[in-house]
């Protein structure tokens, strides 16, 4: 029997390829090029991460135990609202899991750092898994044109995260779970009621600090800047009543930094009551947790561990050391 040429014609394309006609962007794991890794984007890079393909997977590899990497890949140009849930088949090894930084981000042109699946929705128990995430609960926008893979190493291990999957569905599969999705913060430090003479130098709380350090509160953020390289400064901020830290798991700070160096003791500390050993801070966010690139963003941090030594603060501390004259850091919102 003679098959009709055009039959063929139609049938060809589903033939070769049966994803052709999936709705929704699917990420390009064959081709490792294409992913750029970003040591800039991180504070604790590792020159030594790799991205490679590994049997029916792209492996994403941190060897040095302690730090991280980015990737981002362009060109995403992706509708949500046809596909709205990015599906994620992963597996995992040594990755830090408790953070709430992301490990899939888009870029949706918002105003906010758009995670939409964070490292603390892995499991690292070198197993495949898969999860879903809801596009329409983290993105602010109808589309998102670039993505972004991050991998942090536990202090005692390499890292590796296998990817066979990332994709745009229009249903959630069966068995997969759901990446949730990060509350809103449970109350705000009065960060935008702090004036300016609130925020005071602390020279002697440093061995490197800056002759003319400077503070600014303008239209609700707070500006910390030190005026030459390798110089540094920190500052108090004392509430004006006393905070309950606990029942709060996490602390949120929404910040801006450039020409900060990593180094340093920490960026963010709060301030309480001296405990048995005479230690009246505990260090929350410290440089390597923060991007210097000049951007806004917001960072997580766990409070599990400080809120059993100071269940209530009194205030906070910030740092910031210059690893180019005129570094800044701009605070915006302090969240519980």
């Known amino acids: 029997m003679r098959v009709p040429v055009l039959l063929l014609v139609l049938a060809w394309p589903v033939l070769a390829d049966p994803g052709l006609f999936d709705w929704g962007w699917r990420a390009p794991l064959a081709t490792p ?38 990737w981002s890949l362009a060109g995403a140009d992706a509708a949500i609202a046809d596909a709205p849930y990015l599906l994620l088949e992963y597996r995992a090894k040594g990755l830090r899991t408790t953070s709430t930084d992301y490990f899939v981000y888009i870029e949706d042109g918002g105003k906010r750092e758009t995670r939409a699946v964070r490292l603390n929705a892995l499991v690292a128990d070198g197993e495949w898994h898969t999860l879903v995430a809801d596009l329409r609960k983290v993105a602010e926008s109808a589309s998102f044109s670039t993505v972004a893979i991050q991998v942090q190493a536990r202090d005692d291990s390499p890292a590796d995260v296998w990817i066979r999957a990332l994709r745009q569905v229009v249903d959630v ?117 923060l991007r210097m690139d000049g951007m806004w963003h917001v960072v997580c941090a766990d409070l599990a561990m400080v809120s059993k030594d100071f269940p209530r603060i009194k205030g906070v501390a910030a740092q910031v050391v210059a690893l180019a004259p005129g570094a800044s850091l701009e605070i915006r919102e302090i969240g519980l």
């Open 33 to 70: 090029t294409l992913w750029a890794a970003q040591p800039g984007w991180v504070g604790n890079a590792d020159p030594g991460a790799r991205v490679a393909r590994d049997g029916d997977a792209l492996r994403f590899h941190v060897p040095a135990a302690g730090k991280g990497m980015k």
């Open 173 to 289: 599969p069966d068995g997969a779970g759901e990446a949730a999705v990060a509350a809103a913060p449970d109350a705000l430090l009065p960060v935008a009621d702090s004036q300016t003479g609130d925020w005071v130098a602390r020279p002697s709380w440093l061995g490197i600090p800056d002759p003319k350090p400077t503070s600014r509160v303008l239209e609700g953020t707070v500006r910390l800047a030190v005026s030459e390289a390798g110089k540094g400064m920190k500052w108090s901020w004392f509430l004006p009543k006393e905070t309950v830290l606990t029942g709060h798991r996490f602390l949120s700070f929404r910040y801006r930094a450039q020409g900060v160096a990593s180094g340093g003791d920490y960026t963010l500390a709060v301030l309480g009551k001296a405990t048995a050993d005479g230690r009246d801070y505990a260090k929350v966010l410290l440089p390597t947790d």
